[in-house]
T-cell receptor, first 115, second 108 residues
């Protein structure tokens, strides 16, 4: 597509439920990244994909968080047994790994609220 | 990880004024990006600038990697420039460390 698409745009869930967040990167972008932004804060790195593999998942905050990418395209971030501290905006970005001069392109994010 | 400090944290300008935003980082990096987050939360890449100087319209950026800082210049500011400006740095392209941002409010 023309841009990075994320869904849903908003998600309200009850504490303890599982949620899935989806990211559809720009067509042809081999690199995909997940970040999260808590209210009024900077961005916190979660995980990076190159193709379908995740060479760097060092930012995942706990084993309740997991992510996968299939077909070198769509990625899903799953949070199990959600907690209130998981409330944040989850942002996905993609890039052409070799086109460094273009940098990242971010999606509009998924605002997750755990009640 | 790399520490990224941005200054000032908050900035209020009158429309038409110029400003300089600063980004200091704690370690040698080979990648640096500047982003603008508009009031609706959308992040827009302004510059990919690991070194040197780039200009795009009223915006320009300079990175001096050996001295571990980058500057973002905004000239003739407009109300649409309001939002938060983030600097992000990294060793390579797989992970960027973001600063806490400079919140800019341009008044008409």
């Amino acid at each position: 597509g023309a841009g990075v698409s994320q869904s849903p745009s908003n998600k309200v869930t009850e504490k303890g439920k599982d949620v899935e967040l989806r990211c559809d990167p720009i067509s042809g972008h081999t690199a995909l990244y997940w970040y999260r932004q808590s209210l009024g804060q900077g961005l916190e790195f979660l995980i990076y994909f190159q193709g379908n593999s995740a060479p760097d998942k060092s930012g995942l905050p706990s084993d309740r968080f997991s992510a996968e990418r299939t077909g070198g395209s769509v990625s899903t971030l799953t949070i199990q047994r959600t907690q209130q501290e998981d409330s944040a905006v989850y942002l996905c970005a993609s890039s052409l790994a070799t086109a460094l001069e273009h940098g990242y392109t971010f999606g509009s994010g998924t605002r997750l609220t755990v009640v | 990880g790399i520490q990224v400090e941005q200054s000032p944290p908050d900035l209020i300008l009158q429309e038409g004024a110029n400003s300089t935003l600063r980004c200091n980082f704690s370690d040698s990096v080979n990648n640096l990006q500047w982003f603008h987050q508009n009031p609706w939360g959308q992040l827009i890449n302004l510059f990919y600038i690991p070194s040197g100087t780039k200009q795009n319209g009223r915006l320009s950026a300079t990175t001096v990697a050996t001295e571990r800082y980058s500057l973002l210049y905004i000239s003739s500011s407009q109300t649409t420039d309001s939002g938060v400006y983030f600097c992000a740095v990294g060793y390579n392209f797989n992970k960027f460390y973001f600063g806490s941002g400079t919140k800019l409010n341009v008044k008409p």
